[in-house]
């Protein structure tokens, strides 16, 4: 049986490109949250727009983030912090596709290609791709890194990709996984504060550059068996290439009856 949703117990966040009424090249000023928690993502005063792209990843809509667009998560957070706080654990989630290979950040704490980040200093993460490597970065008395080794970054051919980063707010286990490989694990104590605000960065350092169809974020570390389902959804919905239509099925077959016929 296809995955069709994801698994929705502890989602804190769901934005979902399809879910936008926009057409080709339109700015994104809002970024209504499907989870139900109310974290829309909208633009500042002053800030870029990311674009919406009727054809972002594999054919599906995307949101198209390049230098210094960002969006930020204002309604329903933290009075004390200005984040979604998660004190619990975390998972987050995002199908994308991106060509940078850009690797360069500003500061420790930050990869070149952001998805989601906390900006305020409260508890620094940031989650996204480096190098065309997924990376996830947390600080507990020093910056520690999960890298991947599974490029993320369009060169491998694939129509999309998607990047899931665990932390386990017990035992301190921080995962990566890119397109369902498992890519490494690093331990770190998890901050009370944790949380997040922003999706790409303002700095125009740390943008995303790609195209976003899908985010998702958890306020915690999921099984294992609801990670799989995660993992089998955004493969179902991104990776997979799209199945032909009937009429597209019909004009093959007359192609090669004509053949045949030859």
């Given amino acids: 049986v296809a995955q069709t949703l994801p698994p929705t117990n502890n989602l804190v966040m769901w934005l979902k490109a399809d879910t936008l009424s926009l057409t080709n090249g339109q700015a994104v000023t809002a970024w209504t949250d499907s989870s139900g928690s109310g ?3 909208v633009l500042l005063p002053g800030w870029t727009a990311p674009k919406f792209a009727t054809n972002g990843v594999n054919g599906h809509p995307g949101v198209f983030f390049g230098v210094s667009s960002s969006l930020l998560v204002t309604n329903n957070v933290d009075p004390g912090t200005g984040t979604v706080k998660l004190p619990t ?17 500003p500061n420790s704490g930050s990869v070149a290609n952001t998805l989601i980040q906390d900006n305020t200093g409260n508890d620094q993460l940031a989650f996204g791709v480096n190098g065309g490597l997924g ?16 490029p993320v970054n369009n060169t ?4 999309g990709h998607f990047l899931i980063a665990s932390h386990n707010s017990s ?7 890119a397109d369902g490989i498992f890519q490494g694990s690093n331990t770190v104590s998890y901050g009370s504060v944790t949380g997040f605000n922003i999706i790409g960065d303002r700095n125009g350092f740390t943008t995303f550059n790609g195209w976003v ?12 068996g609801d990670q799989l389902a995660l993992q089998t ?20 077959g007359g192609v090669l009856l004509w053949w045949r016929r030859r």
């Fill in 213 to 224: 169809g899908e985010l998702l974020v958890y306020n915690t570390d999921l099984s294992s």
């Fill in 89 to 105: 654990g975390l998972t987050f989630a995002a199908a994308f596709k991106t060509f940078s290979t850009a690797s360069t950040a």
């Fill in 135 to 150: 990376n996830f970065q947390r600080y507990g008395g020093g910056w520690f890194t999960t890298p991947s080794s599974w």
């Fill in 39 to 41: 974290h829309d993502a």
């Fill in 171 to 177: 035992s301190g286990l921080a995962q990566l996984n």
């Fill in 156 to 159: 491998n051919y694939y129509p």
């Fill in 233 to 252: 959804y955004l493969r179902n919905s991104w990776l997979e290439i799209p199945e032909p239509t009937a009429l597209g099925m019909l004009a093959l």
